[in-house]
């Protein structure tokens, strides 16, 4: 049986994230907290296990913001799947609730279902805390899974750059305690367990971060620098194939110097793509300045195989 992966991160930080995702009629409470108004139609509340429900217009903006950055990769893009967003609501209501992100969470956890369950057990998780309202979009929620800052596997990053995704739901849920600390909890469902998809439109042969014109709000320099072959577009499992064990990467600026590549690793897991390269390029990039990425003997289908690409960050967006 294949393996997928099940991504999950904390992002404790002087931020909010708001959030939801479902239509609850039944249960809806109209916005209380003016504060939060701007996220959602109904307000989440794990004090009844109301979930609560995130506008249109949120969900538009975290799907508009992946599907430009899937743009600069050439990846195709995504699709919203309203019909599935009761699994990723009750996962963020859930965390929310519990403070504690689980893809697996105990069936005694508060606010616990069926649906939250498999909203966490299929989805990226994010957590974080404020002492103070401070405004922070769904779309540097998308940011951070992509950089996916202290997650040695990458898997945030892979998932949303995999080739072979085609929708995604989004929740979110805000909630503040007694001393007015905000905690807040997102959800993006980017797999499915039971129909995972095999086949992408994709017509390119890699996915590397960065790539091309990057914007600098999606990079972070001391973070890992990552790469994956796309065999097969009509077999997303055709990829597992691929080795990685004597490959070698460099990196050049467009002057001929060389920068110091260091903690190459690489692994055939299933987050996304099931092949991955990733290495620390040092702290020297420098803003408008081209570098280019060669990647030497790559194993794929017994053959050896030499890769190249180049990218510029961009310091105006």
Same mark, same amino acid.
């Given at each position: ?67 430009? &950055? ?52 299929? =989805? ?6 404020? =002492? ?65 998809? &095999?086949?992408? =439109? ?18 972070? @320099? ?23 064990? @004597? ?47 060669? &990647?030497?003997?790559? &194993? ?7 890769? =190249? ?9």
């Amino acid at each position: 049986m294949k393996i997928l992966f099940k991504s999950m991160v904390a992002l404790i930080a002087i931020i909010t994230f708001s959030c939801s995702n479902t239509n609850n009629p039944q249960n809806c409470q109209k916005i209380l907290d003016p504060q939060l108004a701007i996220f959602y139609d109904c307000q989440p509340n794990p004090s009844n296990c109301t979930e609560g429900s995130v506008t249109a217009a949120e969900k538009t903006k975290v799907l508009n913001r992946l599907n430009q &950055i899937r743009t600069i990769h050439g990846l195709p893009k995504v699709t919203y799947n309203f019909a599935e967003d009761n699994l990723v609501q009750k996962a963020a209501l859930l965390t929310l609730a519990n403070k504690v992100m689980t893809h697996q969470p105990s069936s005694v956890a508060h606010c616990f279902s069926d649906d939250a369950y498999n909203g966490c057990d299929q =989805s990226n998780l994010w957590l974080g805390t404020a =002492s103070a309202i401070y405004q922070f979009s769904s779309e540097q929620m998308v940011d951070s899974w992509l950089i996916d800052k202290d997650v040695l596997s990458l898997g945030h990053r892979r998932w949303m750059l995999n080739p072979y995704l085609s929708k995604i739901s989004f929740g979110r849920a805000d909630g503040f305690d007694a001393s007015t600390k905000l905690t807040c909890a997102g959800v993006i469902k980017i797999f499915d367990r039971k129909n995972q998809e &095999i086949k992408t =439109s994709f017509s390119g042969n890699y996915v590397a971060y960065p790539v091309n014109e990057y914007p600098k709000s999606l990079f972070n @320099s001391k973070w890992y620098y990552s790469f994956s072959v796309v065999i097969d577009p009509n077999n997303l499992w055709a990829s597992q194939s691929v080795d990685y064990s @004597s490959a070698s990467v460099t990196m050049v600026d467009e002057g001929g110097t060389a920068l110091s590549v260091s903690g190459i690793k690489y692994d055939n897991e299933g987050y996304g793509v099931p092949n991955s390269l990733q290495w620390l390029g040092g702290s020297s990039i420098q803003e408008s300045v081209k570098y280019n990425v060669t &990647i030497k003997n790559v &194993i794929v289908n017994g053959i050896s195989k030499n890769y =190249s690409y180049w990218f510029k960050i961009n310091p105006t967006n």
